[in-house]
């Protein structure tokens, strides 16, 4: 079967680091998204993966190992607006994505 | 980036009555549209995939007399809740992508559905 694994929550302070993973198991590999979801609301994009490597972008770094099945997200100077869930997706052979549960990050003052 | 509109972006009907979701890619051509359920504090829940003229793919469990999609143009894509009831209270979020496997999905605003 396919699977995709990420922590359920993770708690971190403002102005700090947090490396979010994501672990997967799927049929075939054709990308990772990441993406960002506040309560609510729809989710938004945040970041593409498909060669392995690290991909920064502003205070958001995506990075993968596809030998590894592994990518994480990672947020530098957290800030209060970056509390929310976040979405890890697979594209599998078939083009279709495969989610994750959703990582819920809390930031502390 | 591209846009996704779905309307409605709230709605309450009454039991046993049906209602639309409308998702529309506004400047690209969505040659796939996906259909998600999320109840709260729970991930998406794909419901059904669909292809532009073709019938929708619909997950295990999900009931295809009861949640009807139709995905007419290239644009356009609806969701139809059938004879619904209070369970089916849920946010319904469609998403769009174009041809090609490294195309990100865009989303609709999100429809929260509360059946009384």
């Known amino acids: 079967g396919q699977n995709i694994d990420q922590p359920t929550e993770m708690t971190a302070t403002e102005g700090a680091i947090v490396q979010i993973n994501c672990t997967y198991q799927?049929?075939?590999?054709?990308?990772l998204f990441w993406y960002q979801q506040h309560a609510g609301e729809a989710p938004t994009f945040l970041s593409y993966?498909?060669l392995d490597g690290l991909e920064e972008k502003g205070r958001f770094s995506s990075f993968l190992s596809r030998s590894k099945g592994y990518s994480y997200l990672l947020l530098k100077e957290l800030q209060m607006k970056d509390s929310a869930s976040y979405l890890c997706?697979?594209?599998?052979?078939?083009?279709?994505?495969?989610w994750g549960a959703g990582t819920k990050l809390i930031i502390k003052p | 980036g591209a846009v996704v509109s779905q309307h409605p972006s709230w709605v309450i009907c009454k039991s046993g009555t049906s209602v639309k979701i409308e998702c529309r890619s506004l400047?690209?051509?969505?040659?796939?549209m996906f259909w998600y359920r999320q109840f709260p504090k729970q991930s998406l829940m794909l419901m059904a995939t669909s292809n532009e003229g073709s019938k929708a793919t619909y997950e295990q469990g999900v009931e295809k007399d009861k949640f009807l999609i139709n995905h007419a143009s290239l644009t356009l894509s609806t969701l139809t809740v059938t004879s619904a009831h209070p369970e089916d209270s849920s946010f319904y979020i469609c998403?769009?992508?174009?041809?090609?496997?490294?195309?990100?999905?865009?989303f609709g605003q999100g429809t929260r559905l509360t059946v009384v």
């Open positions: 998403s769009a992508r174009g041809p090609g496997g490294d195309t990100e999905a865009f």
């Open positions: 799927t049929s075939g590999f054709n990308g």
């Open positions: 997706a697979v594209v599998d052979s078939n083009y279709q994505l495969i």
């Open positions: 993966n498909v």
């Open positions: 400047d690209f051509q969505a040659t796939t």
